[in-house]
């Protein structure tokens, strides 16, 4: 159980190559820590780093920050449960977050210090080789989408003149992986993301005129999030490694009232794991709706599923495939759609060796155009 103890968020600034020290101080309550944990809100299950039972635990550490990341004091003396995060990047950016355990403690889990990192790349230190990255930041575009259609995610460079020798596309949750980067007059694939692969494209690969615009295909709910462009351009030299085009892209899956749908995920567990625990809700107009809560009990070769609750305004409109469960995949049925069933669909894994979450919106409308 981890101390709880919560904090205001800080916010810090670094430079690309830096060293930096991410500050947490735990209760000074004279009990000795047990268990600490740094994490990074968009790595789902993965962790920068654990100390557990008198040593750093790997299992699960997020391979960006292996032999990047220590404790400022391996003793945490007084508390000190600071982190020490070298060789930032610009991938670093995000929100981080401390907890600890403390011996005889017993209460809620909370973090104790959430760190807003800002990295930005200055002068000639930057991703792409030391050339200087372009600056000039707009404002963020908000873009809907139906599921299988194709979407342009706009990005204009500034006309000077100055010709584009960089470009990338990445998404806010995706770390060290990108969508599209064309670097030395090709495109590099090494660190894109699969889900990207044979998906998008430049819709201008000479980028005449600054147009630095996406293509992204047959789009899904998984697609939803925040996108941004970035270009280098020759002979530019700004403070800032800054994005030049922001795009917030929402995608939903069209149904129409009285017709079904079906909404599917996929997930991974490790082989034989002595349960799994499903729980998928419906969100809209801030109120969250029970789908179904289901508790698969493995004992050798028999298994218990045991449902737990639902909400009434789904009671025979839901079924769910019970195979498919057990191959990774949860499939919702949902049966003679409402106008009210429009909202936020998200599904929670847990098992015992971890937990993890997707969500899809939903837009039920009376007509489809």
Not at 67 to 75: C, I, K, S
Not at 97 to 121: F, H, K, P
């Amino acid at each position: 159980i981890f101390t709880k103890y919560t904090v205001n968020q800080k916010n810090i600034k670094a430079v690309f190559g830096q060293t930096v020290t991410l500050p947490c101080q735990a209760p000074k309550n004279n009990k000795s820590i047990i268990a600490a944990e740094w994490s990074r809100n968009d790595l789902g299950d993965k962790y920068l780093l654990l100390y557990w039972k008198e040593q750093f635990d790997p299992t699960n550490q997020h391979p960006s920050f292996k032999n990047r990341v220590d404790l400022q004091d391996r003793q945490m003396k007084d508390g000190d449960v600071s982190l020490i995060l070298k060789e930032v990047t610009t991938a670093d950016s995000g929100t981080y977050e401390c907890r600890v355990v403390q011996r005889g403690t017993n209460m809620d889990d909370e973090t104790i210090s959430t760190i807003y990192l800002r990295v930005v790349a200055q002068g000639k230190t930057v991703d792409w080789s030391g050339i200087a990255s372009l600056t000039s930041t707009e404002r963020t575009k908000n873009i809907k989408a139906v599921v299988g259609q194709t979407v342009t995610l706009p990005c204009q460079a500034p006309k000077n003149n100055n010709s584009i020798i960089a470009a990338e596309w990445s998404r806010n949750d995706l770390g060290d992986k990108y969508l599209l980067l064309y670097w030395k007059e090709q495109f590099d694939p090494k660190k894109q993301h699969p889900s990207f692969k044979n998906r998008v494209d430049l819709q201008d690969r000479q980028m005449k005129d600054g147009d630095v615009s996406l293509i992204l295909k047959d789009v899904t709910t998984t697609d939803s999030g925040t996108y941004e462009c970035r270009v280098v351009q020759r002979g530019t030299n700004m403070d800032d490694d800054e994005t030049i085009s922001t795009i917030y892209l929402r995608v939903v899956a069209p149904g129409k009232t009285n017709h079904n749908i079906t909404l599917e995920w996929t997930f991974t567990t490790k082989p034989d794991p002595k349960y799994i625990f499903i729980n998928c809700d419906q969100k809209s107009s801030g109120k969250v709706h029970e789908i179904f809560s289901n508790k698969i009990q493995y004992h050798i070769r028999d298994v218990v599923e045991v449902s737990v609750s639902q909400d009434e305004r789904f009671l025979g409109r839901v079924q769910s495939d019970k195979d498919a469960l057990r191959e990774g995949r949860i499939k919702l049925q949902l049966s003679r759609l409402r106008t009210e069933d429009s909202g936020m669909y998200t599904c929670r894994v847990k098992t015992d060796y971890g937990s993890g979450s997707a969500s899809s919106e939903l837009e039920v409308t009376s007509k489809l155009s």
